[in-house]
T-cell receptor, first 112, second 117 residues
Framework: GESVGLHLPTLSVQEGDNSIINCAYSNSASDYFIWYKQESGKGPQFIIDIRSNMDKRQGQRVTVLLNKTVKHLSLQIAATQPGDSAVYFCAENKNTGNQFYFGTGTSLTVIP | GAVVSQHPSWVICKSGTSVKIECRSLDFQATTMFWYRQFPKQSLMLMATSNEGSKATYEQGVEKDKFLINHASLTLSTLTVTSAHPEDSSFYIC?????????????FGSGTRLTVV
């Protein structure tokens, strides 16, 4: 399944399928991005990061793709599991300090 | 790994009163901490950057006299919501950076659910 964070804030996928969560960021000068997972009532948890000098980075079951031309990030989750159900946010560092600014977010629901 | 603790995890207060929320870095020192606010089904909005030993830097549109931030030590920042009103009810989350972990060292607390009645 695939979502566009700003227009489709919810995404439902079958367990075992791959998920793609998209994020449009705002500042072309941003040089560092992080994907976070937030479960209900908790703070965000780091998933994976990527610097602007890269266009792809892989972790365990997750891959982040960065397209600087269109200011777009995506998070791919392979073999989605029920424990992946959460809200996912991209956050950008605008290269003006240590602050991170969060995107809209996408709520992922995994159907067993 | 770096751990950030927030206290309380939830609080209910009467309109007009003030509430203090604590953010502690448990196993590292943090010269900089960040305060966010999150309304239901919305994203995290950065409110301010808390700097140890100096004044906080507030984001545009955030009232510094309403949201008082104190970062008196390298392991503690506090956010005080003054004269709270129902519209201040929200989920407040802090984060701190463990510089030993480089750019990945931003860790979030578990958040504080504030309800103003």
């Amino acid at each position: 399944g695939e979502s566009v964070g700003l227009h489709l804030p919810t995404l439902s996928v079958q367990e075992g399928d791959n998920s793609i969560i998209n994020c449009a960021y705002s500042n072309s000068a941003s040089d560092y991005f992080i994907w976070y997972k937030q479960e209900s009532g908790k703070g965000p948890q780091f998933i994976i990061d990527i610097r602007s000098n890269m266009d792809k980075r892989q972790g365990q079951r997750v891959t982040v793709l960065l397209n600087k031309t269109v200011k777009h990030l995506s998070l791919q989750i392979a073999a989605t599991q029920p424990g992946d159900s959460a809200v996912y946010f991209c956050a950008e560092n605008k290269n003006t300090g240590n602050q991170f600014y969060f995107g809209t977010g996408t709520s992922l629901t995994v159907i067993p | 790994g770096a751990v950030v603790s927030q206290h309380p995890s939830w609080v209910i207060c009467k309109s007009g009163t003030s509430v203090k929320i604590e953010c502690r870095s448990l196993d590292f020192q943090a010269t900089t901490m960040f305060w966010y606010r999150q309304f239901p089904k919305q994203s995290l909005m950065l409110m301010a950057t808390s700097n140890e030993g100096s004044k906080a830097t507030y984001e545009q549109g955030v009232e510094k006299d309403k949201f008082l931030i104190n970062h008196a030590s390298l392991t503690l920042s506090t956010l005080t919501v003054t004269s709270a009103h129902p519209e201040d009810s929200s989920f407040y989350i802090c984060s701190a950076r463990d510089i030993r972990q480089g750019a990945r060292g931003y860790t979030f607390g578990s958040g504080t659910r504030l309800t103003v009645v």
